[in-house]
């Protein structure tokens, strides 16, 4: 049931609206304010149910909470979701996203989005009429622009340190790596892994999106229904989360996964599914920071290009502490992620934070 759901909910707050000229239901997440506003994108989405749509903005604005500390970012976590029905008109997405724009701004600053799954830049532009609580607005605009390449720089940095840690070196040469999703961040991403000399696999249910990475960088297609039992080093979930289960992660044939899609176990347990299987995890909220790292870094905390490259670089070197962490206290890297995060959160207020401390 929706009450006992929101009631029993680790967060802050869920501000709900729904907006009946489309029949879209509006939720934001905001899960901590502990380190700062609470942050995190907007998602457009057809749900199964109104529970369905609820429980996603929830997990991925606690995702949010974990992202920015162990980031080591003045923010916290929160999200938004649009959850439209089947029969939405395109027509009504302007209008749609201005009433949406109201919502944030009422909230006073204390939630701050920008775009997530089906939202883009210029529905980040229209918002920032209406509020400026809100990054990635074009750049014509004021804003820091699409995420993604960045976003996808944070996941490179992040595959390099685990390979590192489980083959002894961080180079890519004759290192296979399944890219499964190739929208913005995964063709980036691919890109890059091509030009560090890794062999290249590609994946995805769009088709001419595929097609596009082949013909432009020589990557190998993999049908969407094998990708998960393909033979590679590395698999990178780059599209929508849940894909790592009791029944995929047997059928996995990789030595890491490193991606960048959000809230990739299905449920907590899978983290030492992995573990058990000798899988070497990258928790994807510590490696796919990068494009929050960028978007708020330069918006917000008016970092440089060099310090967004150093902090980049930094998801790498925070990954090696977790495996070595994890290693350690015999647990999984999810959980000396999580620990990471709760030592941040716990140190608490905003002090604490790297805003004084600068770069790493
Ligand atoms: N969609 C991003 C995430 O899940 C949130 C984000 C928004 C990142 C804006 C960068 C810029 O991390």
Redo the contacts with the bound molecule.
């Keep these: 049931m929706l009450e006992d759901r929101i009631r029993s909910w680790d967060g802050e707050e869920v501000v709900v609206r729904f907006d009946h000229l489309t029949g879209t239901w509006m939720f934001v997440c905001i899960h901590s304010r502990k380190l700062g506003p609470a942050c995190?994108?907007t998602r457009m989405k057809t749900y199964p149910d109104l529970e369905g749509a609820l429980a996603d903005a929830m997990k991925l604005s606690a995702a949010?909470t974990l992202?920015m500390a162990v980031a080591d970012m003045p923010f916290g976590g929160g999200k938004a979701v649009l959850a439209i029905p089947l029969a939405f008109a395109e027509d009504q997405r302007t209008e749609l996203i201005k009433r949406y724009a109201d919502m944030v701004e009422s909230l006073g600053g204390n939630f701050q989005t920008?775009?997530?799954i089906n939202t883009s830049i210029a529905d980040m532009d229209l918002i920032g009429e209406r509020t400026r609580h809100v990054?990635?607005r074009s750049r014509e605009r004021g804003g820091s622009g699409d995420?993604g390449p960045y976003?996808a720089r944070g996941v490179f940095h992040g595959i390099c340190a685990s390979v590192n840690h489980a083959f002894g070196s961080p180079k890519l040469q004759g290192r296979s790596v399944l890219v499964q999703g190739v929208g913005d961040v995964g063709s980036r991403l691919a890109e890059q892994l091509v030009a560090a000399g890794a062999r290249v696999l590609i994946s995805d249910v769009a088709t001419e999106r595929v097609q596009r990475l082949v013909d432009s960088i020589g990557a190998t297609p993999i049908p969407p229904e094998e990708a998960i039992g393909s033979d590679c080093d590395v698999y990178s979930p780059c599209a929508l989360g849940g894909t790592l289960n009791a029944g995929t992660i047997p059928q996995l044939r990789c030595r890491i996964v490193a991606g960048s899609a959000?809230n990739q176990l299905a449920e907590p347990d899978d983290a030492d599914r992995l573990r058990a299987a000798n899988i070497l995890y990258a928790p994807d909220f510590v490696i796919?920071a990068g494009?929050?790292l960028?978007?708020w870094g330069l918006e917000a905390l008016g970092w440089s290009r060099e310090t967004i490259d150093a902090r980049h670089r930094g998801i790498g070197d925070t990954l090696a502490n977790i495996y070595s962490a994890a290693e350690r206290g015999g647990v999984s890297t999810e959980a000396a992620a999580i620990r990471i995060a709760a030592a941040r959160l716990s140190a608490g207020d905003r002090a604490a934070t790297s805003i004084q401390r600068g770069p790493l």
């Design positions: 995190g994108g949010m992202k920008g775009p997530d990054v990635c995420p976003t959000n796919n494009g929050v960028y978007a």
